[in-house]
Protein backbone atom coordinates (compact mmCIF):
# COMPACT_ATOMS: atom_id res chain seq x y z
CA UNK A 1 0.00 0.00 0.00
CA UNK A 2 1.56 3.55 -0.82
CA UNK A 3 2.59 5.71 2.08
CA UNK A 4 1.84 2.91 4.71
CA UNK A 5 3.16 4.70 7.60
CA UNK A 6 1.21 8.13 7.02
CA UNK A 7 -2.02 6.41 6.97
CA UNK A 8 -1.18 4.60 9.94
CA UNK A 9 -0.65 7.51 12.13
CA UNK A 10 -3.64 9.68 10.55
CA UNK A 11 -5.84 6.36 11.69
CA UNK A 12 -4.27 6.23 15.08
CA UNK A 13 -5.20 9.37 15.48
CA UNK A 14 -8.23 9.11 14.91
CA UNK A 15 -8.67 10.60 10.99
CA UNK A 16 -9.77 8.34 7.39
CA UNK A 17 -6.39 6.66 5.98
CA UNK A 18 -7.27 8.45 2.84
CA UNK A 19 -10.75 9.37 0.61
CA UNK A 20 -13.62 6.83 1.50
CA UNK A 21 -13.76 5.29 -1.98
CA UNK A 22 -16.14 2.43 -0.76
CA UNK A 23 -18.46 5.20 0.37
CA UNK A 24 -19.46 4.03 3.23
CA UNK A 25 -23.18 4.99 5.20
CA UNK A 26 -21.91 7.59 7.96
CA UNK A 27 -24.62 6.88 10.07
CA UNK A 28 -24.92 10.02 12.09
CA UNK A 29 -27.49 11.69 12.54
CA UNK A 30 -28.53 15.49 14.31
CA UNK A 31 -29.44 15.82 17.35
CA UNK A 32 -33.25 15.15 16.77
CA UNK A 33 -32.40 12.20 14.88
CA UNK A 34 -32.88 13.86 11.20
CA UNK A 35 -29.84 13.15 8.61
CA UNK A 36 -30.61 16.39 6.96
CA UNK A 37 -31.75 19.85 6.74
CA UNK A 38 -32.62 22.23 3.49
CA UNK A 39 -30.47 25.33 3.97
CA UNK A 40 -30.82 28.09 1.50
CA UNK A 41 -27.29 30.68 1.07
CA UNK A 42 -27.51 34.42 0.02
CA UNK A 43 -30.60 35.36 0.90
CA UNK A 44 -29.51 38.80 1.31
CA UNK A 45 -32.78 40.96 1.94
CA UNK A 46 -35.61 40.52 4.53
CA UNK A 47 -38.08 40.75 1.34
CA UNK A 48 -36.45 37.78 -0.53
CA UNK A 49 -36.15 35.63 2.76
CA UNK A 50 -39.91 36.10 3.37
CA UNK A 51 -40.80 34.92 0.00
CA UNK A 52 -38.60 32.18 0.23
CA UNK A 53 -39.96 30.58 3.14
CA UNK A 54 -43.92 31.62 2.08
CA UNK A 55 -43.48 29.69 -1.38
CA UNK A 56 -41.77 26.94 0.45
CA UNK A 57 -44.18 26.51 2.63
CA UNK A 58 -47.10 26.73 0.05
CA UNK A 59 -45.42 23.18 -2.01
CA UNK A 60 -45.14 21.99 1.28
CA UNK A 61 -41.46 21.81 1.69
CA UNK A 62 -39.58 23.46 4.95
CA UNK A 63 -36.26 25.55 4.84
CA UNK A 64 -34.37 24.55 8.09
CA UNK A 65 -31.72 27.35 7.62
CA UNK A 66 -31.29 30.12 5.82
CA UNK A 67 -27.68 32.39 5.22
CA UNK A 68 -27.53 36.05 4.94
CA UNK A 69 -24.06 36.89 2.84
CA UNK A 70 -24.06 40.40 2.06
CA UNK A 71 -22.78 41.39 5.95
CA UNK A 72 -24.15 42.40 9.14
CA UNK A 73 -23.47 46.28 8.60
CA UNK A 74 -24.67 46.43 5.22
CA UNK A 75 -28.16 46.08 6.56
CA UNK A 76 -30.24 48.31 8.79
CA UNK A 77 -31.40 47.40 12.18
CA UNK A 78 -34.33 47.31 11.18
CA UNK A 79 -33.99 44.98 8.51
CA UNK A 80 -32.08 42.54 10.83
CA UNK A 81 -34.67 42.62 13.02
CA UNK A 82 -37.13 41.40 10.11
CA UNK A 83 -35.23 39.06 9.40
CA UNK A 84 -35.52 37.76 12.89
CA UNK A 85 -39.10 38.15 13.25
CA UNK A 86 -39.56 36.20 9.69
CA UNK A 87 -37.16 33.26 11.01
CA UNK A 88 -38.81 32.93 14.52
CA UNK A 89 -42.19 32.86 12.59
CA UNK A 90 -41.32 29.80 10.38
CA UNK A 91 -39.04 28.01 13.27
CA UNK A 92 -36.43 28.98 10.56
CA UNK A 93 -32.51 29.28 11.95
CA UNK A 94 -31.10 32.21 9.86
CA UNK A 95 -27.32 33.17 9.95
CA UNK A 96 -25.83 36.32 9.06
CA UNK A 97 -22.18 37.26 7.62
CA UNK A 98 -19.71 39.45 9.64
CA UNK A 99 -19.37 42.23 7.51
CA UNK A 100 -15.92 43.25 8.20
CA UNK A 101 -14.07 41.30 5.60
CA UNK A 102 -11.06 41.73 2.94
CA UNK A 103 -13.13 42.07 0.04
CA UNK A 104 -14.84 45.30 1.72
CA UNK A 105 -11.59 46.57 3.80
CA UNK A 106 -9.22 49.22 1.95
CA UNK A 107 -6.23 47.34 1.63
CA UNK A 108 -6.09 46.09 -3.06
CA UNK A 109 -4.04 43.00 -2.20
CA UNK A 110 -7.44 41.05 -2.36
CA UNK A 111 -8.27 42.52 -5.58
CA UNK A 112 -4.82 40.72 -7.49
CA UNK A 113 -4.36 37.50 -8.79
CA UNK A 114 -2.93 36.48 -5.59
CA UNK A 115 -5.77 38.03 -3.30
CA UNK A 116 -7.89 34.55 -3.75
CA UNK A 117 -5.49 33.60 -0.68
CA UNK A 118 -6.93 36.03 1.64
CA UNK A 119 -10.12 35.37 0.65
CA UNK A 120 -12.70 36.68 3.22
CA UNK A 121 -10.14 36.66 6.49
CA UNK A 122 -9.56 39.94 8.28
CA UNK A 123 -6.64 42.03 7.86
CA UNK A 124 -5.37 43.43 11.17
CA UNK A 125 -6.23 43.83 14.55
CA UNK A 126 -9.20 46.82 13.91
CA UNK A 127 -11.07 44.46 11.86
CA UNK A 128 -10.78 41.79 14.45
CA UNK A 129 -12.47 44.31 17.12
CA UNK A 130 -14.86 45.25 14.03
CA UNK A 131 -16.13 42.18 13.75
CA UNK A 132 -16.89 41.47 17.22
CA UNK A 133 -18.90 44.65 17.37
CA UNK A 134 -20.81 43.27 14.18
CA UNK A 135 -21.76 40.17 15.80
CA UNK A 136 -22.51 42.13 18.45
CA UNK A 137 -25.01 43.64 16.66
CA UNK A 138 -26.36 40.76 15.26
CA UNK A 139 -27.01 39.54 18.65
CA UNK A 140 -28.73 42.47 19.58
CA UNK A 141 -31.59 42.26 16.99
CA UNK A 142 -31.90 38.46 17.92
CA UNK A 143 -29.86 36.75 15.88
CA UNK A 144 -28.20 33.86 16.91
CA UNK A 145 -26.35 32.36 14.12
CA UNK A 146 -22.75 33.68 12.63
CA UNK A 147 -21.23 32.95 9.34
CA UNK A 148 -17.39 33.27 10.05
CA UNK A 149 -14.50 33.59 6.87
CA UNK A 150 -11.78 33.70 9.47
CA UNK A 151 -10.19 31.00 11.83
CA UNK A 152 -8.57 33.34 14.49
CA UNK A 153 -11.89 35.04 14.51
CA UNK A 154 -13.35 31.86 15.18
CA UNK A 155 -11.17 30.87 17.78
CA UNK A 156 -11.70 34.76 19.40
CA UNK A 157 -15.41 34.19 19.76
CA UNK A 158 -15.85 30.87 21.34
CA UNK A 159 -13.37 31.84 23.88
CA UNK A 160 -15.81 34.71 24.21
CA UNK A 161 -18.76 32.05 24.03
CA UNK A 162 -17.05 29.96 26.53
CA UNK A 163 -16.26 32.75 28.69
CA UNK A 164 -20.01 33.91 28.90
CA UNK A 165 -19.32 36.97 26.99
CA UNK A 166 -21.18 36.01 24.05
CA UNK A 167 -24.73 34.02 24.20
CA UNK A 168 -23.88 30.41 25.53
CA UNK A 169 -26.37 29.65 22.22
CA UNK A 170 -24.71 31.56 19.18
CA UNK A 171 -23.70 29.09 16.69
CA UNK A 172 -20.88 29.32 14.44
CA UNK A 173 -20.89 28.17 10.76
CA UNK A 174 -17.65 28.29 8.78
CA UNK A 175 -17.85 29.42 5.40
CA UNK A 176 -16.96 27.85 2.07
CA UNK A 177 -14.64 31.05 1.43
CA UNK A 178 -12.07 29.96 3.98
CA UNK A 179 -11.16 26.93 1.38
CA UNK A 180 -10.71 23.81 3.71
CA UNK A 181 -11.41 20.65 1.99
CA UNK A 182 -9.90 17.77 3.69
CA UNK A 183 -10.42 15.96 7.10
CA UNK A 184 -7.47 17.51 9.38
CA UNK A 185 -8.47 20.77 8.65
CA UNK A 186 -12.34 20.28 9.56
CA UNK A 187 -11.02 18.53 12.39
CA UNK A 188 -8.80 21.64 13.48
CA UNK A 189 -11.86 23.74 13.27
CA UNK A 190 -13.87 21.60 15.35
CA UNK A 191 -11.32 22.41 18.01
CA UNK A 192 -11.57 26.09 17.25
CA UNK A 193 -15.19 26.45 18.26
CA UNK A 194 -17.22 25.85 14.87
CA UNK A 195 -20.18 24.04 15.28
CA UNK A 196 -21.12 23.35 11.46
CA UNK A 197 -18.49 23.63 8.68
CA UNK A 198 -19.11 24.23 4.80
CA UNK A 199 -16.14 22.79 2.61
CA UNK A 200 -15.29 24.28 -0.92
CA UNK A 201 -18.25 23.06 -3.41
CA UNK A 202 -16.88 20.77 -5.61
CA UNK A 203 -15.55 17.53 -3.56
CA UNK A 204 -16.22 13.96 -4.76
CA UNK A 205 -18.59 11.64 -2.89
CA UNK A 206 -14.95 9.90 -1.53
CA UNK A 207 -13.95 13.30 -0.39
CA UNK A 208 -16.81 13.96 1.79
CA UNK A 209 -17.06 10.72 2.78
CA UNK A 210 -13.73 11.20 4.69
CA UNK A 211 -14.63 14.26 6.07
CA UNK A 212 -17.27 12.87 7.67
CA UNK A 213 -15.23 10.57 9.28
CA UNK A 214 -12.91 13.31 10.40
CA UNK A 215 -15.69 15.17 12.63
CA UNK A 216 -18.67 14.80 14.80
CA UNK A 217 -19.84 18.00 13.64
CA UNK A 218 -22.51 18.67 10.67
CA UNK A 219 -21.44 19.43 7.67
CA UNK A 220 -22.88 22.44 5.21
CA UNK A 221 -22.95 20.74 1.37
CA UNK A 222 -23.60 22.60 -1.72
CA UNK A 223 -26.05 20.54 -4.17
CA UNK A 224 -25.86 23.68 -6.97
CA UNK A 225 -24.22 26.93 -7.38
CA UNK A 226 -23.91 30.01 -9.05
CA UNK A 227 -21.67 30.72 -12.26
CA UNK A 228 -19.09 32.81 -9.91
CA UNK A 229 -18.50 29.49 -8.13
CA UNK A 230 -18.41 26.75 -10.27
CA UNK A 231 -21.89 26.76 -11.84
CA UNK A 232 -22.47 23.31 -11.23
CA UNK A 233 -25.86 21.34 -10.00
CA UNK A 234 -25.98 17.99 -8.44
CA UNK A 235 -29.39 17.49 -7.59
CA UNK A 236 -28.98 13.75 -8.36
CA UNK A 237 -26.03 13.50 -6.09
CA UNK A 238 -28.00 15.44 -3.54
CA UNK A 239 -29.28 11.33 -1.63
CA UNK A 240 -25.81 9.81 -2.17
CA UNK A 241 -24.17 13.33 -0.32
CA UNK A 242 -26.71 13.17 2.64
CA UNK A 243 -25.93 9.38 2.53
CA UNK A 244 -22.15 9.62 3.45
CA UNK A 245 -22.02 12.87 4.88
CA UNK A 246 -25.15 12.93 7.23
CA UNK A 247 -25.85 14.83 9.76
CA UNK A 248 -25.21 17.19 6.57
CA UNK A 249 -27.22 20.88 5.47
CA UNK A 250 -27.96 20.55 2.26
CA UNK A 251 -27.27 23.55 0.15
CA UNK A 252 -29.70 24.71 -2.45
CA UNK A 253 -30.74 27.34 -4.84
CA UNK A 254 -27.84 29.71 -5.66
CA UNK A 255 -28.12 28.35 -8.85
CA UNK A 256 -30.63 31.02 -9.77
CA UNK A 257 -28.21 33.68 -9.00
CA UNK A 258 -25.15 35.16 -11.02
CA UNK A 259 -22.74 35.64 -8.08
CA UNK A 260 -22.68 34.83 -4.17
CA UNK A 261 -22.70 37.87 -1.83
CA UNK A 262 -25.31 39.89 -4.09
CA UNK A 263 -28.74 41.60 -3.04
CA UNK A 264 -31.36 39.62 -3.93
CA UNK A 265 -35.01 40.40 -4.28
CA UNK A 266 -38.33 38.96 -3.51
CA UNK A 267 -38.36 36.84 -7.11
CA UNK A 268 -34.50 34.96 -6.30
CA UNK A 269 -36.57 34.36 -3.00
CA UNK A 270 -38.81 32.22 -4.98
CA UNK A 271 -36.79 31.04 -7.24
CA UNK A 272 -34.65 29.42 -4.27
CA UNK A 273 -37.38 27.99 -2.82
CA UNK A 274 -38.03 26.10 -6.30
CA UNK A 275 -34.71 24.74 -6.02
CA UNK A 276 -35.21 23.71 -2.30
CA UNK A 277 -37.93 22.15 -3.92
CA UNK A 278 -36.55 19.95 -6.15
CA UNK A 279 -33.85 18.54 -3.66
CA UNK A 280 -36.62 17.43 -1.48
CA UNK A 281 -37.74 15.91 -4.43
CA UNK A 282 -34.61 13.54 -5.03
CA UNK A 283 -34.52 12.77 -1.51
CA UNK A 284 -38.10 11.76 -1.14
CA UNK A 285 -37.55 9.36 -3.92
CA UNK A 286 -33.95 8.16 -4.05
CA UNK A 287 -33.51 8.36 -0.17
CA UNK A 288 -37.22 7.88 1.02
CA UNK A 289 -35.70 6.19 4.73
CA UNK A 290 -33.68 9.82 5.28
CA UNK A 291 -34.92 12.29 7.93
CA UNK A 292 -35.57 15.71 7.44
CA UNK A 293 -35.44 18.11 10.74
CA UNK A 294 -38.97 19.63 12.04
CA UNK A 295 -38.96 23.24 12.32
CA UNK A 296 -37.37 24.61 15.32
CA UNK A 297 -35.12 22.73 16.62
CA UNK A 298 -32.58 23.96 19.84
CA UNK A 299 -29.31 23.39 17.57
CA UNK A 300 -30.85 25.21 14.57
CA UNK A 301 -30.05 29.13 15.57
CA UNK A 302 -33.50 30.07 15.67
CA UNK A 303 -33.86 34.14 16.41
CA UNK A 304 -34.34 35.58 19.73
CA UNK A 305 -36.71 38.31 19.59
Known amino acids: MLFKETRDFLEKLGLPRGDLFDLPTSGKTFPDGAHYRLEVPTVNSAEAIRSLLENAKRQGVTIN ?43 ATVLSPQGVRIGYRLRGMEQICRAVEDIKRAIDCGIRGILIYDEGLLWLVNEMRKA ?23 HVLEGLGADTINPVRDLSLPMLAALRRGTSLPIDLHTDNPPASGGFIRSYEAPEIARVASPCHLKCG ?6 HGIITSA ?11 IIKEMMDK ?16 IPEI
Not at 74 to 79: G, Q
Open 65 to 107: RVDETYGIFRHTLTEIKEYAKIGKDFGCGITFSVGPRATYDTG
Open 164 to 186: GKLPKNLRFKISAHCGHCNAVSF
Open 254 to 259: NSVLTA
Open 267 to 277: HDGELMANQAV
Open 286 to 301: YFPEAIQSEPNQPDMA
